[in-house]
């Protein structure tokens, strides 16, 4: 089946340091990423949609400076978090999405700014 | 504005009996419904969905039931399990064209299986 490798699965930076997380489709090529966010026991929060060689769409209130989104093949995706700070500290989840086969997510990334 | 809501937010069912997750959506355009599951520290994982063509669905214990007029859905799970007890989230998009748009989720059940 569709598979999404997601690294790392978690990370731990000092304040005011940047973050990336990858995202790839193994086995099928991802006409779109979406990028998430989750906080403990709440719903996937929508921060981006992205299509291959074009800019990312950002959610309302989402900052587009701080994450940086770049897709810039069919089985990569990117998400850069810059300066991050403690708040900046969750789980992000990419999901792939491809039209024949649905959506599909990666495993997620458990951030934590110390 | 929540566009899917999901209830109850927490379940807890003995082994073996049935777990019943309840969705309701507003928008009629939406035309497709999955459901996920998440065990904690990962990512989501499709279940099982359903189009609104058809009322019911089924693979091995889990049930989708679809009621259009009432944009309602609900997942069934039948007997069970310990391994069962993980986070649901219902969702909805709409397909655009030959391809599906952004999903849309509830706010997820918390589903506990006591053995």
């Known amino acids: 089946g569709a598979v999404v490798s997601q690294h790392p699965s978690w990370v731990i930076c000092k304040s005011g340091t940047s973050v990336k997380i990858e995202c790839r489709s193994l086995d099928f090529q991802a006409t779109t990423m979406f990028w998430y966010r989750q906080f403990p026991k709440q719903s996937l929060m929508l921060m981006a949609t992205?299509?291959?060689?074009?800019?990312?769409?950002?959610e309302q209130g989402v900052e587009k400076d701080k994450f940086l989104i770049n897709h810039a093949s069919l089985t990569l995706s990117t998400l850069t978090v810059t300066s991050a700070h403690p708040e900046d500290s969750s789980f992000y989840i990419c999901?792939?999405?491809?039209?024949?086969?649905?959506?599909?997510f990666g495993s997620g990334t458990r951030l934590t700014v110390v | 504005q929540q566009q899917v809501k999901q209830s109850p937010q927490s379940l807890i069912v003995q082994k073996g009996g049935i777990s019943i997750i309840n969705c309701a959506y507003e928008?009629?355009?939406?035309?497709?419904f999955p459901w996920y599951q998440q065990f904690p520290g990962k990512g989501p994982a499709l279940l099982i969905a359903?189009?609104?063509?058809?009322s019911e669905k089924k693979e091995g214990r889990f049930t989708i039931s679809f009621n259009k007029s009432a944009k309602q859905f609900s997942l069934h799970i039948m007997d069970s399990q310990p391994g069962d007890s993980a986070t649901y989230f219902c969702a909805a998009t709409r397909r655009g064209g030959s391809t599906l748009g952004r999903l849309y989720f509830g706010r997820g059940t918390q589903l506990t299986v006591w053995p």
């Open positions: 359903i189009r609104p063509d058809v």
């Open positions: 928008n009629t355009a939406f035309d497709y």
């Open positions: 999901s792939a999405r491809d039209g024949v086969k649905g959506y599909t």
């Open positions: 992205s299509n291959e060689g074009s800019k990312a769409t950002y």
